[in-house]
């Protein structure tokens, strides 16, 4: 994503134009390029090469300046960013007020240049969705601004150890390792630091400084052999179609995993098709070219275009993804003649020059933080929103009482031999994660008008069953303690189980195998099953697609996820009709009174919502109630 005033090569330029189109691709849901979140990999190793060859040259000849370098950087991508932030932030406030106030945060990150450990330390399973985030991928970029901190010293100190490329390969190759092997090691422990954070991608910016140091100055393609050019060629062809492959999905790649074994793949065809300095008449096309130069704007500009779309409900995958793509490309093009070729490029002092960004700088988080302040509390429907995670859902859900977190372990949290049992009335346990969890409040009340003790056991993304499959350890640990442990040794005082969980995040057959994995172990024990069904999802939040609906008349319908339903229907015929409460079919549920609506973001329901469906849930009790008139 990064220009450099030295001369331009055409394959430099294929390949940046190549790397656009995938994340393009990626993020308008083309099937053809499911994977092209590589494109940014390939940006990094490009970055990196480009800054070799800016960077080292004239620290090796004691001409360099840091200060000179910074400003530039911060030239090239601050203005443009400068310039959306502007521009969005007036879009938001006058089209989608509701929002201001998130993204405020999220701009006052991108501009500061640390929005990739914002995002990090908001990631989790409550986190808000990252396809609903307008500045989301700023993350690139603040990665990219660090790693420019960061360059000079290192090559400079390399420098003093001895001059010569031999030594900047050396120093590139051993710290281009030293990341990698960080990258595995935080990537068993927490994939989203692995991901977000600079310690774990470093490697691939310095794959591409240590192409610099080996291949030293460009040579003229011109002066070569025709077996030369025709070895070239083959090679340079052969990373562009692995590159093309991985991206296309025919090469698989684990993107819940990454960056992980298969970035070093990615890495190493862009590393190599930036070595091999190819020339042929393809890769001088103008059109590559000409996107090569769009494609900083074009990065920038396209994914708050998409989630713009995305809250007027026009989604992407389908032709609607042409509209998006030419306000994104037109809008691109007007800030590349505009901004970019215009002040990236201008004979204004050094000084006079600095002022100007932190001026700019300074006015636009001025903005977004008063834009922020004055939106958080915009009406009811947002003091909602923005509210009631932290002043009802610790209530709701049963925070550090019966609910463990994500971010828990066993150790920090109550035993589970401390839950208790009432000898005098019928015992019910609530099992899931935090779907479960969410119910247990309106589930706690119909229970005690059914004259039963409700025992709720729950844990953040983790599926109620012996196997208890879970991203996260503590969890994961603490449901597995409950099915080998708690609830076999209490199999005659438990009169009930009740599971649920959010259905629609595993796979059918996954969903097949635990819910037949269920019926055998609680068959074994003697204890009755019951299913709370699938519940409800939107494509944004609940409580926006209210405002919407206030404001622009858009039916909250338009924002459902299909995909719910869907596995509902499956659960309800894999465990039985019988035993399965189907959520999904009551009548009469409101969706907002105005002031509350049914779910407090994308999937899980306020009390509000749960409440509706008292007398449904209920009948989860029915067996117990039966048994005791008897």
């Not at 190549?18 to 053809?32: C, S, T």
């Not at 480009?50 to 300046?65: H, N, R, Y």
């Not at 989608?96 to 240049?113: E, M, P, Q």
């Not at 009709?577 to 994308?602: N, P």
Request: net charge positive; charged share 20%.
């Amino acid at each position: 994503m990064e220009h450099t005033t030295h001369k331009r090569r055409a394959d430099l330029d294929f390949l940046r134009s190549m790397a656009i189109i995938f994340v393009l691709g990626y993020h308008l849901r083309w099937p053809a390029l499911q994977n092209g979140f590589i494109g940014v990999d390939v940006f990094f190793v490009l970055s990196g090469y480009l800054m070799g060859k800016i960077v080292a040259p004239p620290i090796a000849s004691g001409t360099f300046s840091f200060r000179r370098f910074y400003l530039k950087r911060a030239e090239r991508i601050l203005l443009p960013l400068l310039a959306l932030v502007i521009s969005f932030l007036l879009l938001v406030c006058t089209l989608l007020g509701i929002k201001a106030y998130d993204y405020a945060k999220d701009a006052t990150s991108s501009i500061l240049f640390v929005s990739n450990v914002y995002y990090y330390l908001q990631s989790g399973y409550f986190s808000p969705k990252g396809e609903l985030n307008f500045m989301l991928h700023t993350w690139s970029l603040s990665l990219e601004m660090q790693y420019y901190l960061i360059l000079p010293v290192v090559l400079a100190m390399a420098n003093r150890l001895g001059q010569g490329r031999m030594t900047s390969a050396c120093a590139s190759l051993a710290l281009a390792c030293l990341s990698y092997l960080a990258m595995v090691y935080l990537g068993q422990r927490d994939q989203s630091f692995a991901f977000y954070m600079l310690p774990a991608r470093f490697w691939e910016f310095m794959a591409g400084v240590l192409v610099w140091a080996i291949t030293g100055s460009i040579k003229d393609t011109g002066t070569r052999k025709k077996k030369e050019r025709l070895l070239r060629s083959t090679v340079f062809y052969v990373a562009v179609c692995v590159l093309l492959l991985c991206a296309s999905g025919t090469i698989p790649l684990a993107s819940f995993q990454w960056p992980g074994s298969g970035t070093l793949l990615v890495v190493a065809c862009s590393a190599t098709a930036i070595a091999i300095d190819h020339g042929s008449a393809l890769v001088k096309w103008k059109v590559f070219g000409e996107l090569a130069k769009r494609s900083y704007a074009l990065y920038l500009w396209h994914w708050p275009m998409i989630v713009l779309f995305r809250y007027f409900g026009v989604e992407t995958g389908d032709w609607h993804s042409l509209y998006i793509l030419s306000i994104s490309f037109a809008m691109a093009c007007l800030s590349y003649s505009l901004v970019e070729r215009r002040y990236g490029t201008t004979g204004a002092g050094l000084p006079r020059r600095a002022m100007v960004m932190v001026i700019l700088g300074t006015f636009s988080i001025a903005m977004c933080l008063t834009a922020g302040a004055l939106f958080r509390r915009h009406g009811e429907l947002s003091s909602f929103m923005y509210g009631y995670h932290a002043d009802h859902a610790p209530e709701q859900f049963g925070f550090d009482i019966s609910h463990i977190r994500y971010n828990q372990d066993t150790a920090s949290f109550r035993s589970i031999q401390d839950l208790a049992f009432d000898p005098e009335r019928p015992n019910y346990l609530l099992i899931g994660d935090c779907y479960a969890a969410m119910f247990s409040a309106t589930l706690r009340r119909a229970a005690e008008q059914r004259g039963v003790n409700l025992i709720q056991l729950t844990a953040d993304d983790t599926f109620p069953t012996p196997e208890s499959p879970s991203d996260y350890t503590g969890p994961g640990d603490f449901m597995r303690g409950a099915f080998s442990g708690f609830i076999p040794s209490n199999r005659d005082r438990i009169q009930g189980i009740i599971i649920m969980a959010n259905y629609s995040a595993y796979g059918r057959s996954q969903l097949g195998r635990y819910i037949e994995r269920n019926r055998l172990f609680f068959t074994r024990l003697g204890i009755p099953i019951t299913y709370i069904g699938q519940v409800e999802g939107y494509r944004i939040e609940a409580p926006v697609a209210a405002w919407m609906h206030q404001r622009y008349g858009i039916p909250p319908e338009r924002y459902v996820r299909n995909d719910r339903r869907r596995a509902g229907d499956f659960v309800r015929n894999a465990a039985g009709k019988e035993r399965y409460i189907d959520i999904l079919a009551h009548s009469g549920t409101r969706f907002s009174d105005g002031r509350s609506v049914m779910l407090y973001d994308t999937e899980h329901y306020s009390t509000y919502g749960t409440e509706q469906f008292m007398d449904l849930l209920k009948g989860a009790f029915s067996r117990a109630v039966h048994k005791e008139k008897k």
